[in-house]
C-alpha cells in the first residue's frame, strides 16, 4: 500500500508492543522487563490488592459481559453504586459512566449542542474532544492554546444560543495545566457553559477530585466534568458528572451511551475500589507527586526541554523525529520504555515520560542515567 510506504519513510509508522506482564513501574515485554515511563496508572492502582479484589467479586457475582446496553439490562447495582460514589466525590448531583472516555467525549458534546450553538475549544484538546466536536452540529471556534485573551476575543463577538467552553484540565502531551479560574470567569460574563476533560487530573489534581478542586472551584450546574477510570484509577471507562437534568439528558441522547453495551462488572468493580481508596488515603497521591517533583527537577537541572509541564506528564521535546525514534530505541536497549510521540499526535516531536507513585528513586536514576549518555 502506498499510503503505508509513505509512513514508513517519514519515520511515522506505529507499531504495537504488548506486555506479558502487568500494568505497572515494571513491564515485560517479549521476555526482557522494562522500567515503564510510558503509563498513565499514575498511582499504581491496576495491580492494587483491593482493586484486583473489587473486580474478581464482581466477576464471580456477575458474570463476564453486560450482556447488553445500560437501558436494556447490562447494567447492574454496582454501575448504580460507583455513579453514586463519583458523584458524591466530585460533590455534583449526579454522574453516568461511559464506556471510555472516546466514546464520552463522542457522545456527550454531540447531546449537549447543536446547530444553534457555538464551541470554542482549546487547540490541543484530546483526538476524542475534537472528534466529539465534529459529530456536534455546533459551529467550532478554535483558541489558541491556554490563551483566555484569544477566548474571550472570540466568543464575544458569536451569536449563539448556547456558547459552550470545552478544555483538557491536564494537557495529555504536554502536561500542563488549563487556567480553569480565567476561564470560568470568562464563562459566567459571557453566559457560557464549561466542559472539562479530566481524564488526567482525575486521582491527580485536587486531592484526586480533579481540576476545579485543584483551583478551589465548587461545581456549578453550567459546569460539565468528564474523567476516566482508565488512567490514575487503574481501571476502564469514564464518568460524565454535573446536575441531575445533564445526566438524565444525556441518559435519553447520547448515542455512544445509548446503543453500546455497558462496561462488565468485573470492570465496576474494580472502578468501585480504587474511587474508595483515594477517598480515604492520599498518601500515593503525595508519593506521586514527590516523584513528579524529583524528576521534573532533575530534568530541567541536566538542561533537559520538558516544555510547560506542570504534572506528572513531563514531555522531553526532540528536535527531529529521527532523534526521537533513536533516544527511544536507545533507552529501551537499556531496559526503559520510553516510546516516541511523533506528528500528528502532536506538532514537535517528543518522548512523553509519565512518573507515577510506584516509581522507586532508582528507577528514577536510571533513567537520568541512561539520558546523560545519550548524544544529541
Ligand atoms: N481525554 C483525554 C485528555 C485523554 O488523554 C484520553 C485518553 N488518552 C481520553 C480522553 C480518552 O479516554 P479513554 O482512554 O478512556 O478512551
Redesign the pocket.
Known amino acids: 500500500m502506498k499510503e503505508l510506504k509513505t509512513l514508513k519513510e517519514k519515520g511515522l509508522l506505529r507499531d504495537i508492543k504488548d506486555r506479558e506482564s502487568s500494568q505497572g513501574k515494571a513491564i515485560i515485554i517479549k521476555g526482557r522487563e522494562y522500567i515503564n515511563f510510558a503509563s498513565n496508572d499514575y498511582l499504581g492502582l491496576s495491580s492494587h490488592p483491593k482493586v484486583i479484589e473489587g473486580a474478581k467479586k464482581a466477576f464471580e457475582r456477575f458474570g463476564g459481559g453486560g450482556g447488553a446496553s445500560r437501558l436494556l439490562s447490562g447494567g447492574t447495582v454496582l454501575h448504580e453504586e460507583l455513579e453514586s460514589l463519583i458523584a458524591d466525590f466530585k460533590g455534583t448531583e449526579k454522574a453516568l459512566i461511559f464506556n ?4 464520552l ?1 463522542t457522545g456527550v458534546i454531540p447531546s449537549i449542542s447543536n446547530e444553534s450553538d457555538a464551541i470554542f475549544s482549546d487547540e490541543l484538546n ?1 483526538a ?2 475534537i472528534d466529539g466536536c465534529k459529530l456536534s452540529r455546533a459551529k467550532k471556534y478554535i483558541y489558541r492554546h491556554k490563551d483566555t485573551e484569544h477566548l474571550k476575543e472570540l466568543i464575544k463577538d458569536v451569536k449563539a444560543e448556547k456558547k459552550i467552553v470545552i478544555t ?1 484540565g491536564v494537557f ?1 502531551m504536554d502536561g500542563d495545566i488549563a487556567p480553569i479560574k480565567d476561564i470560568c470567569r470568562l464563562c459566567k460574563d459571557e453566559g457560557a457553559m464549561l466542559y472539562i ?1 479530566d ?2 487530573a482525575t486521582g491527580v489534581l485536587g486531592r484526586g477530585k480533579g481540576t476545579l478542586e485543584h483551583f478551589g472551584i465548587k461545581p456549578e450546574p453550567w459546569i460539565i466534568q468528564m474523567g ?1 477510570l ?1 488512567k490514575a484509577l487503574g481501571s476502564f ?2 464518568f460524565v458528572a454535573g446536575s441531575c437534568d445533564l445526566i438524565e439528558w444525556l441518559i435519553n441522547t447520547s448515542r455512544s451511551f445509548i446503543f453500546s453495551t455497558s462496561l462488565p462488572p468485573s470492570v465496576i468493580g474494580a472502578s468501585i475500589e480504587a474511587i474508595k481508596i483515594i477517598k480515604k488515603d492520599i498518601s500515593l497521591i503525595d508519593n506521586l507527586w514527590a516523584n513528579r517533583n524529583k524528576l521534573a527537577q532533575a530534568l530541567n537541572e541536566s538542561g533537559f526541554n520538558t516544555g510547560k509541564t506542570e504534572t506528572p506528564i513531563i514531555p522531553m521535546m526532540m528536535k527531529d523525529i529521527e532523534s526521537t525514534i533513536k533516544l527511544s530505541s536507545e533507552l529501551m536497549q537499556k531496559g526503559i520504555y520510553a516510546p516516541s510521540i511523533r506528528p500528528p499526535t502532536v506538532k514537535t516531536p517528543r518522548i512523553r515520560l509519565t512518573v507515577t507513585a510506584s516509581h522507586t528513586d532508582e528507577d528514577i536514576e536510571i533513567l537520568l542515567r541512561a539520558l546523560k549518555d545519550f548524544t544529541f
Not at 471510555?100 to 466514546?103: A, K, L, M, R, T
Open positions: 471510555s472516555g472516546y466514546s467525549n484530546h476524542s474532544i483538557d495529555s476533560d481524564a488526567h476516566t482508565s471507562g469514564a
